[in-house]
Structures are given as structure tokens and as C-alpha cells.
């Protein structure tokens, strides 16, 4: 693995040389509370166009805030997802670029010269939290959430470990926290002690500026609830749904089969949904509300795994793609935006942003400069409605499985190149998104220019490295 130290260096001396702040100034700064879903997609909730899953609490936050209509995760898989949020780089430069696994528990780690938003808002004053999954390092690594900023952690350390709500442990920091779930008894869902651990940071942070990084683990696969849940009773009942056969005895080998997919997977975007709101008024009830920017997002589109149909849920909102595709599908995801007296209420943008931006926004409600040349830009004007917005020239994504891809978003033409790894001057495909959302037709041959100058992006933004090669 490559250190880099300037980078590091770089942020020590502008930390170092920033102004000492009093303690009516630190308490001024807004909480920043970030909800990452996983694997949901960008048309999973009623405010997004969803017609058979109910979201009361996500459609009222946007009622009550700000929807963007063009937003984009780091890239189409969890882990380089994840790094691109949390280092303000898109994956041709983020450190961790793919799922690798690593003994004996957890993902290629991020290194210690990585700087996250978490280094930058603890360093400004800010208690840092992480409930739910992690996926970039084992405890004791570089990539350890208390080494990457995080004050606490509690969850999943490895998101392979993560497909299961019913699992023996869980991680509290360095701590690994034993539960008395087994293949037979299934009595501690995972997804509900996170949410309560993550309400109690909330509490127990409430005098204090605090960040809050709530990556739940809901809907991902496996399609599980506690028995008797009463969000599954009801979409059985909704759906009618004819049961799948599965096995009397489940061997822990990959996903849990489920027997009622459709009404499982409704009531665990249900579920999230009930947590959104489970948030929101622990903040309303701390009097915090109107000091607390509130962000909901997903790591990338929806899966088909675990027995999962997104189509049956159009899922994807009618974009083109799901999880593992650089197509609108697999990228754009639901972006909300909360801050109750400062954001507009039931207002929508179409402002081009990604996870990159997270960055250098969050430096910019802490009242810190950004500590690294980050691949963002600030989005704080289009959440303020005020001030000059500056504008992306392009978006650029890779995906380093299934022979890899490459993508780039330049106005209204978005470009996809698959099979990168074998041939990285591989045709690209070209669709206009203003005339084709859906990206049906390629139209690369009647504008050989814009393709051109795809390749040019593509080529000048992809930084080889040797932890995760994407050229073969």
C-alpha cells in the first residue's frame, strides 16, 4: 500500500495555522447528521416517484427541505462508494477503489494519509460518530474508524459480515461486541441495536457540535426481520404474495433465502423510513433541530440479490441500471437535504452533485478550509439558496468488476466504457440524457467529438495505483 504524507503535511499546517475558536463560536457550527442508506435506489422512495413501498418521514423530509433531482454516489459498489464520500475524491483518486476482502475480518484498509471528513470536522471542534457499516479496515489497521477521525464506532467493521441482520457480533471501537444470535435463534436484529446506539450518540453529544455518519445497513441483502415484524405482515398482505420455497434450515452460507421477497425488501425500506423519522424528532425533542442540517442518501443503486426484484419496484426510478452499472441507474441516488429555518422548505434542484461535494460543504459549515485539493465543489449555496454556485465541468466514475468501466458526465451527454481492463480504449457509449434519461440509444457515431473528449476525461482523471489496478 502507497502512504502519501503531503497531503497529510498539507492538512497539519492548515489546521494548525487556523484560529483558535471560543466556545460560543464551536456551538454556533450546525450538527451535521449524514443518513446513508445501502443499496437503496433512486426511485425507493414516494418522494422519488415510488408507488408501492410507503415513506411517510423521507417524502416529509423533503417536504420540509430541499430534493435534488441530480445527485450522484461515489460510484455503482459499496466500499469505493464509501471512500469517495468520506475523502471528497471520485474513484479515479479516492484511495479505495473496490471490495477487497482482507483476514481476518474486513475490507482493504484506507491509508493513514487519507484525510476524511471526519479528521476535518473532529479537528474542527466536532464530536464524530459511525453507526452501521464500515468496510474500509479492520480494527487496529490504517483503516480503523477511530484512526480515520471517528470518535466512536459502532456496527459492522466488514460489510461481507454485514449481509446477515442476525449476526454473533458487532463492533463498538476496538471492542467486539458478542450477540446471542445463531442460525437457529434469531432474536437480536442487527439493524435496530445500531439505530438505538446512534440515537444515543445524539443524546449524549446534544451540548456539543457533533457529525454524524448513520450508515445503516437497510435494504441491503439478505432480505431479513425479526418474526412477527409488523411492516412485513403488512406487505404480505398488501402484495399477496405466492411464497418461494426455501429451505427448512438455513446453513449461514451467503444470503438467508426469503420466502416473501416483495414484502420483505417493502418493509425494509420501511424500516429505514421509520428510523428517518425516529431521528428526526429525537432532534426536534432536543431542541436541536433548527442547529442541525439533516442529509439522506444512498450508497449506490438498488440490488438484486438475496432473491430482491427491483424491477417489481422500479426501483431505479426508470433509469437505465442497478448496482454495479455507471448507468444513471446504478449511480444517481435520492439526496435530501434538511436544516429546518435555514433550508427552504418544498424546494427541488437540479444541481449536478455527488459525493465529492460532501467535502468541501461540510469544511464549509464548519467555517474550516478544506484541508486537500478535493475532486468537490461546495454545495452550500444551492442548500442556502443564496451566494454564487459554482458549477462541475464534468463527473467522472470507475468501477473496477466485471471487467471494468468508466464514466463520465459532461452537461447533458453522459458517456459509459465497459470492458476497460482488457482494452482501455474500448468504444464508449454516448446517450444524451436531457432527450434520453433512460440512455436507450448510443448515439457515439453521430458525435464523434463529444466521445473524443470523453476520452480525454477518462484517460486524464483515471490515477493508476497499484492497490487497486484498473488498466490490466
Keep these: 500500500m502507497r502512504h502519501f504524507l503531503l497531503p497529510w503535511i498539507i492538512f497539519c499546517i492548515l489546521i494548525g495555522s487556523a484560529p483558535i475558536r471560543s466556545a460560543a463560536q464551536v456551538q454556533s457550527r450546525p450538527n451535521i ?19 408501492k413501498i410507503k415513506t411517510p418521514n423521507i417524502d416529509a423530509l423533503a417536504k420540509e427541505g430541499l430534493r435534488f433531482t441530480r445527485f450522484y454516489c461515489g ?4 466500499a469505493p462508494s464509501r471512500s469517495s464520500l468520506l475523502t471528497g475524491q471520485h474513484t ?11 483476514k481476518p475480518e474486513g475490507q482493504w484498509p484506507l491509508p493513514d494519509s487519507a484525510i476524511t471528513i471526519a479528521k476535518l470536522l473532529k479537528s474542527a471542534g466536532y464530536s464524530t460518530g459511525c453507526f452501521g457499516k464500515w468496510g474500509l479496515g479492520y480494527i ?26 442476525f449476526p454473533d457480533h458487532l463492533w463498538n471501537n476496538a471492542q467486539r461486541v458478542t450477540l446471542t444470535n445463531t442460525l437457529d435463534e434469531q432474536t437480536v436484529y442487527s439493524a435496530q441495536l445500531i439505530h438505538e446506539q446512534a440515537l444515543q450518540f445524539i443524546r449524549q453529544h446534544r451540548q456539543e457540535p457533533f457529525f454524524l455518519l448513520l450508515a445503516y445497513t437497510l435494504p441491503h441483502a439478505a432480505l431479513q426481520l425479526p418474526k412477527d415484524d409488523s411492516l412485513y405482515n403488512y406487505y404480505k398482505k398488501v402484495f399477496d404474495e405466492k411464497p418461494v420455497t426455501v ?16 414484502a420483505a425488501y417493502a418493509a425494509m425500506v420501511g424500516k429505514l423510513d421509520v428510523y428517518v423519522g425516529q431521528v428526526k424528532r429525537q432532534l426536534k425533542a432536543l431542541g436541536l433541530d433548527k442547529n442541525t442540517i439533516v442529509l439522506f442518501a444512498s450508497d449506490n443503486g438498488p440490488h438484486k440479490e438475496g432473491g430482491n426484484e427491483p424491477d417489481f419496484f422500479n426501483s431505479n426510478g426508470g433509469l437505465r441500471g442497478i448496482k454495479r452499472d455507471l448507468y444513471e441507474g446504478g449511480v444517481r441516488t435520492p439526496f435530501i437535504a434538511w436544516w429546518p429555518g435555514t433550508i427552504k422548505a418544498g424546494t427541488q434542484s437540479s444541481q449536478v452533485g455527488a459525493f465529492w461535494d460532501l467535502m468541501p460543504t461540510f469544511a464549509a459549515l464548519a467555517g474550516v478550509a478544506a484541508p486537500v485539493k478535493s475532486d468537490g465543489i461546495s454545495i452550500l449555496p444551492t442548500l442556502l439558496g443564496k451566494g454564487t454556485q459554482q458549477q462541475h465541468d464534468h463527473l467522472y466514475w470507475e468501477f473496477h468488476e466485471q471487467g471494468g468501466k468508466q464514466a463520465v458526465l ?24 436531457e432527450k434520453d434519461p433512460a440512455e436507450t440509444k448510443n448515439i457515439a457515431a453521430q458525435h464523434p467529438e463529444i466521445v473524443k473528449e470523453m476520452d480525454r476525461i477518462m484517460k486524464q482523471d483515471h490515477a493508476e495505483t497499484p492497490d487497486f489496478p484498473l488498466i490490466k
Design 33 to 51: 447528521v449524514l443518513i446513508l442508506a445501502d443499496d437503496l435506489g433512486y426511485g425507493d422512495a414516494g418522494v422519488y416517484g415510488q408507488q
Design 75 to 78: 460510484t455503482a459498489v459499496c
Design 92 to 102: 479515479g483518486h479516492t484511495p479505495i477503489r473496490g471490495n477487497i476482502g482482507v
Design 140 to 165: 487496529g489497521t490504517t483503516g480503523d474508524p477511530n484512526k480515520q477521525g471517528f470518535d466512536q464506532f459502532y456496527g459492522y467493521n466488514c460489510q461481507t459480515l454485514a449481509h446477515d441482520y
Design 247 to 262: 429451505p427448512d434450515h438455513w446453513n449461514g452460507k451467503g444470503y438467508q433465502p426469503q420466502a416473501y421477497p416483495h
Design 410 to 433: 459532461l452537461k447533458h451527454w453522459k458517456g459509459v466504457r465497459l470492458n476497460v481492463s482488457a482494452n482501455k480504449n474500448a468504444l464508449i457509449e454516448l446517450c444524451d440524457l
